[in-house]
């Protein structure tokens, strides 16, 4: 009954290489995000996608492209990784015209 | 400059004790503010938001907000160990985008 989940929870890759993280939620949200956070523990927003389009994206660079195939998912795949890529990568949603966002569990992404 | 800054801490406060966390933002035209707690390896919860300026209580959590000094804080009365955490203070100003504060870790002592 997990209303915002991610998979996988951790994944080790080497630099080079092509990953996606996946995000489903089922609390019936129409906007859903992705964000990053260092090793700093500074939290950064990347994506925000409302109905299937994509509303905000922050200057993060196009090997990262976010995938929605339906109002309850949004995957992030990520090209040719580099060390810098490292993080722990939180999907999140929120309710209808509320701002308040929910968080999935986290993905920790470590790039050799 | 950051948009939103927070003393990263630690704040140590006793048991029992009321803890308090501070947070400055810089976008004078931020619409509502939040506070999130995240444990160590765990993803940032939703502890309360405020919208207007003044005081908004639930249960333990106090939110303040003063938007003329650009302030938002959050006391926590009868502190309780299980508090420890960091504390992460967000901004909405722009759609639903969020900007996250770094953070103050809080450590309360039995």
């Known amino acids: 009954d997990t209303a915002v989940s991610q998979t996988p929870k951790y994944l080790v890759t080497q630099m080079g290489n092509d990953k996606s993280i996946k995000c489903e939620q089922n609390?019936?949200?129409?906007?859903m995000y992705w964000y990053k956070q260092d090793s700093k523990k500074f939290l950064k927003i990347m994506f925000s996608y409302n109905n299937k389009e994509l509303i905000i994206n922050e200057t993060v660079p196009n090997r990262f492209s976010p995938k929605s195939p339906d109002k309850a998912h949004l995957n992030l795949h990520i090209n040719s990784l580099e060390l810098g890529d490292s993080a722990v990568y939180f999907c999140?949603?929120?309710?209808?015209?509320?701002?308040?966002?929910?968080f999935g569990p986290g993905t920790r992404l470590t790039v050799l | 400059q950051k948009e939103v800054e927070q003393n990263s801490g630690p704040l140590s406060v006793p048991e029992g004790a009321i803890a308090s966390l501070n947070c400055t933002y810089s976008d004078r035209g931020s619409q509502s503010f939040f506070w999130y707690r995240q444990y160590s390896g765990k993803s940032p919860e939703l502890i309360m938001f405020?919208?207007?300026?003044g005081d908004k209580e639930d249960g333990r959590f106090t939110a303040q907000l003063n938007k003329a000094s650009q302030y938002v804080s959050l006391l926590i009365r009868d502190s309780q160990p299980s508090d420890s955490a960091t504390y992460l203070c967000?901004?909405?100003?722009?759609?639903?985008?969020?900007?996250f504060g770094g953070g103050t870790r809080l450590m309360v002592k039995p």
């Open positions: 967000a901004v909405n100003h722009r759609g639903n985008m969020l900007t």
């Open positions: 405020i919208y207007s300026n």
């Open positions: 999140a949603s929120s309710p209808p015209r509320e701002p308040e966002q929910f």
């Open positions: 609390l019936g949200h129409d906007t």
